[in-house]
């Protein structure tokens, strides 16, 4: 089974930033996609930042776009999140996706969480004031 570890999580304040680690295991190494997303008390999970295992593009919701930079380091099996010029809305749980499906379109799943059927970490809190 694919297992995905997240870490990095905190509390900052408005301005500053952090650094989400995710770590997998139980996947087969091949061009699939990878992505991080976030859900808010009371609101749903929204897609942040997408890109493919292996090499490829990157996407981003429009509200992180300049700010967040998702990362694969295909040796490691680690994906990251940096996120700079932290805002009070970014406050959220923030999960790491992996699919395993064979097609992934990475720039539609940012849109769609649920799309492209992935698997969750356990997610990791981010609280900035």
């Known amino acids: 089974d694919v297992q995905l570890v997240e870490s990095g999580g905190g509390s900052v304040q408005a301005g500053g930033s952090l650094r989400l680690t995710c770590a997998i295991s139980?996947?087969?190494?091949?061009?699939?996609?990878m992505g991080w997303f976030r859900q808010a008390p009371g609101k749903q999970r929204e897609g942040v930042a997408t890109?493919?295992?292996?090499?490829?593009?990157?996407y981003y919701a429009n509200s992180v776009k300049g700010r967040f930079t998702i990362s694969v380091d295909d040796a490691k099996k680690t994906v990251y999140l940096q996120m700079n010029d932290l805002k009070p809305e970014d406050t959220a749980k923030y999960y790491c996706?992996?699919?395993?499906?064979?097609?992934?379109?990475?720039?539609?799943?940012?849109?769609?969480?649920?799309?492209?059927?992935?698997?969750w970490g356990q997610g990791t809190q981010v609280t900035v004031s």
């Open positions: 996706a992996y699919t395993s499906l064979s097609l992934c379109a990475a720039q539609t799943w940012v849109h769609s969480p649920e799309s492209h059927r992935p698997y």
């Open positions: 890109t493919y295992i292996g090499g490829g593009a990157s």
């Open positions: 139980g996947y087969t190494g091949s061009r699939h996609c």
